[in-house]
């Protein structure tokens, strides 16, 4: 594996190796996401939904990815 | 008689009685008992997606937020940093804007830490946030969270889950007086009684999670609170014969052998 075309990003706190120029649309469908039910951060800002083909991911980018569960 | 109906930024509910989703056997279980309880609000946490095993069931599979409405919550935050910043991702998950806010202080008993959800009561109204605050039952403190533009005060009866009803009822009764927007007993509901007590107080809804999801039947436990909003609501709106020391006998006196 060449290393020089990857890059790391931490998702939900969790380290992940990927490719150089993936995108955030590229990270949602690797990670299986349903996109309309999730809402996405990255480096603490609020990302557009509509936007995530546009977004290149860079090396230690930080990603948060929500949804709703139970709660009181 | 004229329709009764629960109207909170300018959302019009039938039911009175709001569900929280956590703490639930399953989610089989919740989706079960929301449908029972008649409730058409219920709250929902955001937590992070678990990427290493997709395969645990999603709320959203459950409980259609096109029939029940979400109340996305800050359940968990300490600091309205942190609970601004979930409402954010909340309201970006699908357009929400209703939201219940609630910023706790203290670890054990989970009473709000009032200095801070007046300022994410501020922040959130100006971000065109429709606000219901779960608060403490401080009238001052109410009324400073309804001139921020909350749109509904959803002052504690007891410690989140402790069941142990309306502690203070001159505070709830005072707040009742006060309140222009909904008023909303959130949190200590213990069993059918408290709900029916929230209600004859005057009270425009109760929210209930721990008392149904805990109970040893929660389904059957969602029905009687659902009753227990809807006898409690009628009873308030009947208007209470006066409280007398001295009998009254039902039966006349006419005609006595």
């Given at each position: 594996?060449?290393?020089?075309?990857?890059?790391?990003i931490v998702v939900n706190g969790k380290r992940l190796?990927?490719?150089?120029?993936?995108?955030?649309?590229?990270?949602?469908?690797?990670?299986?996401?349903?996109?309309?039910?999730?809402?996405?951060?990255?480096?603490?800002?609020?990302?557009?939904?509509?936007?995530?083909?546009?977004?290149?991911?860079?090396?230690?980018?930080k990603i948060e990815i929500v949804?709703?569960?139970?709660?009181? | 008689?004229?329709?009764?109906?629960?109207?909170?930024?300018?959302?019009?509910?039938?039911?009175?009685?709001?569900?929280?989703?956590?703490?639930?056997?399953?989610?089989?279980?919740?989706?079960?008992?929301?449908?029972?309880?008649?409730?058409?609000?219920?709250?929902?946490?955001?937590r992070r997606v678990n990427i290493s095993?997709?395969?645990?069931?999603?709320?959203?599979?459950?409980?259609?937020?096109?029939?029940?409405?979400?109340?996305?919550?800050?359940?968990?935050?300490?600091?309205?940093?942190?609970?601004?910043?979930?409402?954010?991702?909340?309201?970006?998950?699908?357009?929400?804007?209703?939201?219940?806010?609630?910023?706790?202080?203290?670890?054990?008993?989970?009473?709000?830490?009032?200095?801070?959800?007046?300022?994410?009561?501020?922040?959130?109204?100006?971000?065109?946030?429709?606000?219901?605050?779960?608060?403490?039952?401080?009238?001052?403190?109410?009324?400073?969270?309804?001139?921020?533009?909350?749109?509904?005060?959803?002052?504690?009866?007891?410690?989140?889950?402790?069941?142990?009803?309306?502690?203070?009822?001159?505070?709830?009764?005072?707040?009742?007086?006060?309140?222009?927007?909904?008023?909303?007993?959130?949190?200590?509901?213990?069993?059918?009684?408290?709900?029916?007590?929230?209600?004859?107080?005057?009270?425009?809804?109760?929210?209930?999670?721990?008392?149904?999801?805990?109970?040893?039947?929660?389904?059957?436990?969602?029905?009687?609170?659902?009753?227990?909003?809807?006898?409690?609501?009628?009873?308030?709106?009947?208007?209470?014969?006066?409280?007398?020391?001295?009998?009254?006998?039902?039966?006349?006196?006419?005609?006595?052998?």
């Amino acid at each position: 594996m060449n290393k020089k075309n990857k890059i790391k990003i931490v998702v939900n706190g969790k380290r992940l190796t990927v490719n150089l120029k993936f995108s955030l649309e590229n990270l949602i469908e690797k990670l299986k996401t349903p996109i309309n039910k999730v809402a996405v951060e990255l480096n603490e800002e609020i990302v557009d939904k509509k936007k995530l083909k546009k977004i290149i991911l860079k090396n230690k980018d930080k990603i948060e990815i929500v949804h709703f569960i139970g709660g009181g | 008689m004229k329709l009764d109906y629960l109207k909170i930024a300018n959302k019009k509910f039938n039911s009175r009685l709001i569900v929280g989703t956590g703490k639930y056997k399953n989610m089989s279980e919740c989706s079960k008992a929301i449908k029972i309880s008649g409730a058409e609000i219920v709250t929902v946490a955001v937590r992070r997606v678990n990427i290493s095993d997709r395969s645990k069931p999603l709320l959203m599979d459950y409980i259609d937020p096109k029939k029940i409405m979400y109340l996305p919550n800050t359940a968990g935050c300490f600091t309205s940093t942190d609970a601004l910043r979930t409402l954010r991702l909340a309201r970006e998950i699908g357009d929400w804007k209703i939201v219940k806010l609630e910023v706790l202080g203290d670890k054990k008993n989970l009473f709000p830490d009032m200095i801070e959800t007046l300022k994410s009561t501020e922040v959130l109204t100006k971000e065109g946030f429709k606000v219901m605050v779960y608060c403490n039952d401080d009238p001052l403190m109410c009324k400073r969270l309804e001139n921020a533009g909350a749109s509904a005060i959803m002052p504690l009866a007891a410690p989140i889950g402790s069941g142990l009803g309306i502690q203070n009822k001159t505070n709830i009764k005072i707040l009742r007086h006060q309140t222009k927007v909904p008023l909303i007993i959130d949190a200590g509901i213990g069993q059918a009684s408290d709900a029916v007590q929230a209600m004859e107080m005057g009270c425009d809804a109760v929210l209930i999670n721990t008392a149904i999801a805990k109970a040893k039947n929660p389904l059957q436990m969602a029905e009687s609170m659902k009753y227990a909003v809807i006898s409690g609501r009628k009873s308030f709106l009947s208007g209470r014969i006066e409280p007398n020391l001295q009998g009254s006998p039902s039966t006349t006196k006419k005609g006595l052998i």
